[in-house]
């Protein structure tokens, strides 16, 4: 969700006549899009920011943007006084106002620089985003000028970013978000706080941006949101089933995907819909988080251990065979070893296809914060360690089970060392195949490939001629 963010920003900036960059040395303004889910992606936010402290001597300035921007607000002038802008994630619409501002602010000292109008290039993968200044409107980015703008809102915001100018780093797959926000309030989690209330885009507005991106070429979209499947259309038009269908049903869309899903509101009609539309993906990310009815209950997850298992038997009984993945937190407050023992078993049970798995990371404002029982580090490591070993376990059998069949893939890439090509299954699978040596592949075009080997985390073929 934040690689799409950074996406949007950096078309509506481009709009507004910036020009993004390649490099840090390039930039006058350095935008740095931002995670707050587990503390240590947030201490990653800080010691960047450190590191962008000698960059100031060369006039450069800075912003923070995303979910550590909203949580910490204008106490990041304090830890890091080079810092200029604070947007939150809620807050991106403001951005180009925010930055007039800034501009003006520093105008009367600044440096005249050329104007620029430039082409979307692609984002570096860190998520920060670098445009040069504009200058469409004159002078930008004076000295050392203590210049500080906020746009930080409140949980109750019902502003979406919706933007037609989004800077899709990716020319065949691309993201949609349909909705925005949290109201689960899970005991752990900061996004309730950092992302506001939960709110949903009128289906015929995804639908449409569905369309042009079909237009434009795009074969795959995926659609976003922290609970995706929680969507309400607040035209009341279609469910979120319904919308999928709609989605896969746009004349050249291939593939269909969409995250990450909420257990509670997995209804069955998500299943139907995989099942009587090729173009939605084989694959669901339904995170369980604990195998633990007791945990789930402390997590305030809304669901428990039997309920997601039921969903589970849903998505087993489909007519297509669908992949399942998952995220599990291990070390949550008062986790005993029985109540590991149980998450352990639920991932032999359900066969996931791929599990990220988390150790706890206590996050402010979270009810958990209060709760007792707190589980050593060193106790979490260790059930980090098992798990992911028994994660592995399963899916070194689970991938084996591919080995001699036809799987269509999206061919994503080349690896020159390897002399292989690189492509993604329906299910998200990697699978890396040779080609017969005459001719080369379109990157984004679709071919069907034999499985002939597997390892823990991709597959291995030879194309179908
Ligand atoms: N809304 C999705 C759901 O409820 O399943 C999850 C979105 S959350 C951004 C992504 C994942 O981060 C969660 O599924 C959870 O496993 C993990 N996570 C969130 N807060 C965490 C915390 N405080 N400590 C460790 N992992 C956390
Ligand atoms: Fe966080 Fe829970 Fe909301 Fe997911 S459902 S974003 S884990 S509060």
Redesign the pocket.
């Known amino acids: 969700m934040n690689v799409h963010d950074s996406e949007k920003v950096v078309g509506t900036l481009i709009q507004e006549g910036y020009q993004q960059v390649q490099t840090v040395d390039q930039a006058d303004l350095i935008l740095y899009n931002t995670c707050s889910?587990r503390d240590k992606a947030e201490q990653k936010v800080f010691h960047r920011l450190a590191d962008f402290k000698k960059l100031q001597a060369k006039g450069k300035k800075f912003g923070v943007l995303g979910c550590v921007a909203q949580q910490e607000g204008e106490k990041i002038f304090e830890r890091a006084p080079h810092v200029s802008l604070v947007c939150g994630s809620a807050s991106y619409n403001k951005l180009p106002e925010m930055l007039v501002q800034l501009e003006g602010k520093l105008g009367e000292t600044a440096r005249e620089i050329p104007r620029a109008r430039g082409e979307s290039e692609a984002l570096p993968d860190d998520g920060s985003v670098l445009t040069s200044a504009p200058n469409a409107r004159g002078p930008v980015l004076g000295p050392r000028d203590l210049v500080r703008i906020t746009g930080l809102d409140d949980r109750q915001t019902d502003k979406c970013f919706e933007t037609e100018f989004t800077a899709r780093t990716n020319p065949h797959r691309g993201y949609i978000t349909i909705i925005e926000g949290?109201?689960?309030?899970?005991a752990?989690?900061?996004?309730?706080f950092t992302?506001g209330k939960e709110r949903s885009r009128a289906s015929e507005s995804v639908l449409n941006e569905a369309r042009q991106m079909a237009d434009l070429g795009y074969t795959e979209i995926q659609l976003l949101g922290?609970?995706v499947n929680s969507y309400c259309d607040p035209a009341e038009t279609k469910s979120f089933a319904e919308l999928l269908v709609a989605v896969g049903e746009v004349p050249g869309i291939r593939r269909v995907r969409f995250t990450?899903s909420?257990p509670r509101d997995f209804g069955r009609d998500i299943v139907c819909a995989i099942d009587a539309v090729p173009a939605l993906c084989d694959h669901v990310h339904l995170?369980v988080?604990s195998g633990s009815t007791r945990i789930l209950d402390a997590?305030?997850?809304l669901y428990n251990r039997e309920q997601y298992l039921e969903r589970i038997s849903w998505m087993k009984s489909a007519k297509r065979e669908i992949s399942i993945t998952t995220d599990v937190i291990v070390g949550f407050p008062g986790e005993t070893d029985a109540d590991f023992a149980e998450t352990l078993d639920l991932l032999e049970q359900v066969g996931y296809d791929s599990v990220f798995s988390f150790k706890y990371s206590p996050r402010p404002n979270t009810p958990a914060l209060g709760l007792e029982d707190a589980i050593p580090e060193a106790e979490k490591s260790r059930r980090l360690e098992i798990l992911m070993a028994k994660q592995r376990e399963i899916q070194v059998a689970r991938y084996k089970k591919y080995i001699g069949t036809e799987c269509e893939v999206m061919v994503e890439g080349h690896n020159d060392a390897r002399e292989q090509w690189i492509g993604r299954t329906s299910h998200n699978k990697t699978l890396n195949f040779t080609a017969p040596e005459s001719g080369s592949l379109a990157i984004g075009s679709y071919v069907n490939v034999l499985v002939t080997g597997s390892f823990p985390n991709s597959l291995l073929g030879k194309m179908v001629v």
């Open positions: 889910i949290c109201d689960k309030f899970c752990y989690c900061v996004v309730p992302r922290q609970n990450t909420h995170p988080q997590m305030q997850r």
